[in-house]
């Protein structure tokens, strides 16, 4: 009989822990009223739960011969119980803690993910058009002084469209599929170049790499390396080097 009692007094500690003071007076920064509310609760419950055990003991004949001998003080019974009663209530603020802990955790990295997303596409925004400007003027610039130049602008530029309209829909790529759309844009743009202009790349990207990156991440780079990076009269330069 007296193991239901019990058990009924701690999960009434663990309860209202969990569904009623931890959420409306420990989260909300009151935590000596909530200290408080627990002294009161679960000293409490304590001496019911040893004075209701005494008067059930009392009550029934069975238990009279034992009651009348002299046991440990009442207070041990009080402070036992109330020692259990305060490990329910630890454990209900530490499944509270880890929750709220988990779910802060969770909203977090959505927000970043969020973010960063966020960024990326104010990024391809911003490059896209830019990037589809200066490429056709290139091209009007080539079709004037030498036309099957510009043919093989023409032929790079919609890889580089294919890659802009369809790859580059999804917030991370294969840096392999990457290193081929950088390839074209060198392509396009080497042929607008002056013979005093010298181009190599070094790209040691294995054609299996499962990494990912960003899309569009290096066009920016590349394409001011060869928009303030080399002269029409001197001779120039441009170094790309790009390692896993």
């Known amino acids: 009989m007296r193991s239901v009692p019990e058990m009924l ?7 209202l822990n969990y569904f009623v003071l931890i959420k409306q007076v420990l989260f909300k920064g009151k935590t000596k009223e909530f200290i408080f509310y627990n002294i009161l609760l679960i000293t ?5 739960m040893h004075y209701g055990y005494e008067i059930y003991r009392f009550l029934n004949p069975e238990f009279r011969p034992r009651f009348r001998r002299r046991g440990p003080s009442p207070w041990f019974f009080v402070i036992r119980n109330a020692t259990s009663l305060l490990l329910m209530t630890g454990l209900s603020v530490a499944i509270r803690m ?3 802990w988990f779910k802060v955790e969770n909203e977090r990295k959505e927000l970043e993910r969020a973010k960063s997303e966020a960024e990326l596409q104010n990024l391809k925004n911003q490059i896209s058009p830019h990037f589809l400007l200066n490429t056709l003027n290139n091209i009007y610039a080539l079709i004037e002084f030498d036309p099957p130049k510009a043919q093989t602008a023409v032929m790079e530029l919609s890889k580089l469209l294919r890659h802009l309209l369809y790859d580059n829909s999804q917030s991370y790529v294969p840096l392999a599929q990457e290193m081929s759309f950088i390839h074209n844009y060198i392509e396009l743009m080497r042929i607008r ?3 005093n202009v010298t181009v190599t790349t070094h790209m040691n990207v294995n054609k299996t790499s499962r990494t990912m990156i960003a899309p569009l991440i290096f066009i920016s780079l ?3 390396a060869f928009k303030h990076g080399v002269s029409s ?6 170094d790309i080097t790009l390692r896993e």
């Open 233 to 238: 009269h001197k001779p120039s330069f441009i």
């Open 44 to 48: 409490g419950i304590a001496l019911l």
């Open 9 to 15: 007094s701690f999960l009434l500690v663990f309860y």
């Open 98 to 100: 880890s929750e709220r």
């Open 222 to 224: 590349i394409e001011n």
């Open 193 to 195: 170049l002056a013979d």
